[in-house]
């Protein structure tokens, strides 16, 4: 299985602070990354796929880059909205996996 | 629009089976390219992949659960059915599907349902 490792696994930051969460992946998954935040009690909602593409709807300040084992999503400019929790994923080999998970909490 | 929404009991006994019901609209599970798959999040915990179903029928597992797993579609219901055996306390978890959609070159998750919660205990 392809292991993926996030960090930090908590971040404190204050609202307009540029956050960058790091994912890296035990063997190389080319591009083949997503970027999930969560919200508690709601579902994970899609932010970037393919390591560096913004989903329809997701905000500009949003950003993803990277490729092979090294991966990041940064936040340019952090909105009180965006005190979530991130995942990301891969989704080149099967079993399809998990980062543990970034959460951006109030500084 | 799209929209995908689990259905099942909250509460589970141990060695009991769950079957959970995913119930979808806006897109077809005959259509080339799609899929529609279940994970899970324990509390507190991160997300897992339990298995997928393509609209040919090809079905995929993760491989710790294999043994465990059954995935079927109905394209006339738009309803993907999973079922769990031998459920035991460590499975409690909430339980999403979400639709896998081919973007070209690659694919992502990109509409869940709302997730449902499922209680092991006796």
């Known amino acids: 299985d392809i292991q993926m490792t996030q960090s930090p696994s908590t971040l404190s930051a204050s609202v307009g602070d540029r956050v960058t969460i790091t994912c890296r992946a035990s063997?190389?998954?080319?591009?083949?990354l997503a970027w999930f935040q969560q919200k508690p009690g709601k579902p994970p909602k899609l932010l970037i796929y393919?390591?560096?593409i913004l989903e329809s709807g997701v905000p500009s300040r949003f950003s993803g880059s990277g490729s092979g084992t090294e991966f990041t999503v940064s936040i340019s400019s952090l909105q009180p909205d965006d005190f979530a929790t991130y995942y990301c994923q891969q989704y080149s080999t099967y079993p399809l996996t998990f980062g543990g998970g970034t959460k951006v909490e109030i500084k | 629009q799209i929209t995908l929404k689990e259905s099942g009991p909250t509460l589970v006994k141990p060695t009991e089976t769950l079957t959970l019901t995913c119930t979808f609209s806006g897109f077809s599970l005959s259509t080339s390219g799609v899929a529609v798959g279940w994970l899970r999040q324990s509390p507190g915990k991160a997300l897992e992949w339990l298995s997928l179903i393509f609209w040919n029928g090809e079905e995929h597992y993760s491989p710790s659960l294999t043994s465990r797993l059954t995935i079927i579609k109905d394209t006339s219901k738009n309803q993907v059915v999973l079922t769990m055996t031998n459920m035991d306390p460590v499975d409690t978890a909430t339980y999403y599907c979400?639709?896998?959609?081919?973007?070209?070159?690659?694919?992502?998750?990109?509409?869940w349902g709302q997730g449902t919660l499922v209680t092991v205990s006796s």
């Open positions: 979400a639709r896998r959609f081919d973007y070209g070159g690659g694919w992502k998750f990109d509409f």
């Open positions: 063997q190389d998954i080319r591009t083949s």
């Open positions: 393919k390591a560096s």
